[in-house]
């Protein structure tokens, strides 16, 4: 019985949120991929873009629960979200054509494209809190456990509950669509193959006729729809702060440089990677190792090896410990 207790205070307080926050991460990694992988520069941008399409799904939601539409129990921003990747696509080509495109024909270095996207971060920044301001903003509604701790733990009888959030299913869900939808796309599909040819070899790629901007305009694209859905979901699952995606693009390169830069499913991986080094160093342990001990015995401190404050900083300390043992990342190999 308390290893039981154990088990389902670890599920309910590291696993379910380490495998939400490595979805949310993961395609928030994909995009940076994508883009490094088709433009080869990092975009530091991307974040912005995630905060970009989050606000548009949360403005488009609060205008649809004014005029009394929703899906409920399903949150109405599932309904919004359509408006937000839409809007996030045309941010992203218009960045690409007034921006990037200028230093892509003048054949610019790829620091010179990373310290541009810097810019146009603080940029879109600047612009996202004039449009929906500083504060935080929570727009999740319809139902909101699947699974309550009292229901839980009435079923089981143990001391410790699970609950299984609403936005955690989702989140799953939507992630586990769009991984497949992607690298269906990627590996079968005519475009999908010019990417990974044109990634691959770009003079080899434009002597078998493959339209370099149609390509680019492709990763742009993906890229938008990537951000939009991975901020909407991280989001939607915790709550909006515009200031938080700048802080979220630390985990997210991490990720992608983990599992291997411009490598897909190296993104998918390093994600989950970061997820569950983040939330499991920064938990207390300290309950659980008190089930698992003597009767009546508990550790006396908190049992954590670092304060949730430090939060961000274990991505990066993940990263070096990686780079220092596999350089390429945890799946090197050819980009997209």
């Given amino acids: 019985m308390e290893i039981a207790n154990a088990f389902a205070l670890l599920t309910n307080f590291v696993i379910l949120p380490a495998i939400t926050y490595g979805a949310q991460l993961s395609l928030g990694a994909l995009g940076v991929t994508i883009v490094f992988g088709i433009l080869r520069f990092a975009n530091f941008s991307h974040g912005e873009l995630m905060s970009f399409g989050a606000m548009v799904t949360i403005l488009t939601t609060h205008l649809l629960q004014t005029k009394g539409v929703s899906i409920s129990p399903m949150p109405t921003a599932l309904l919004a979200l359509p408006a937000g990747i839409l809007a996030t ?13 200028f230093y892509r024909k003048n054949r610019s270095t790829p620091i010179t494209f990373t310290i541009v996207s810097v ?35 009435a079923i089981t009888g143990l001391d410790q509950g699970i609950a299984i959030r609403q936005t955690q299913l989702i989140t799953l869900l939507v992630t586990l669509i769009v991984v497949i939808s992607l690298f269906w796309f990627i590996y079968k599909t005519r475009w999908g193959k010019a990417m990974r040819a044109y990634s691959d070899n770009e003079d080899l790629a434009l002597l078998s006729g493959i339209n370099p901007e149609r390509v680019v305009l492709i990763a742009w694209i993906i890229a938008g729809t990537l951000a939009c859905i991975a901020g909407t979901l991280y989001s939607l ?18 990720a992608t440089i983990i599992g291997g830069i411009g490598q897909p499913l190296g993104a998918v991986f390093g994600g989950f990677v970061v997820a569950f080094s983040e939330v499991t160093v920064t938990y207390s342990f300290k309950k659980f190792l008190a089930y698992l001990g003597p009767t009546n015995w508990e550790p006396e401190g908190l049992v954590q090896l670092l304060s949730t404050d430090y939060k961000y900083a274990v991505s990066f300390l993940v990263l070096i410990l990686v780079l220092l043992v596999r350089p390429t990342g945890l799946i090197p190999g050819k980009t997209i």
């Fill in 89 to 101: 696509i045309v941010i992203a080509l218009l960045e690409d054509q007034i921006i990037f495109r």
């Fill in 119 to 153: 810019g146009l971060m603080f940029f879109m920044a600047g612009l996202i809190r004039i449009i929906i301001g500083p504060n935080e903003h929570n727009f999740a509604d319809g139902a909101r456990f699947l699974i309550s701790f009292r229901d839980f733990k």
């Fill in 237 to 254: 699952d915790k709550i909006y702060k515009p200031f938080i995606f700048m802080q979220i693009m630390l985990p997210v390169f991490a």
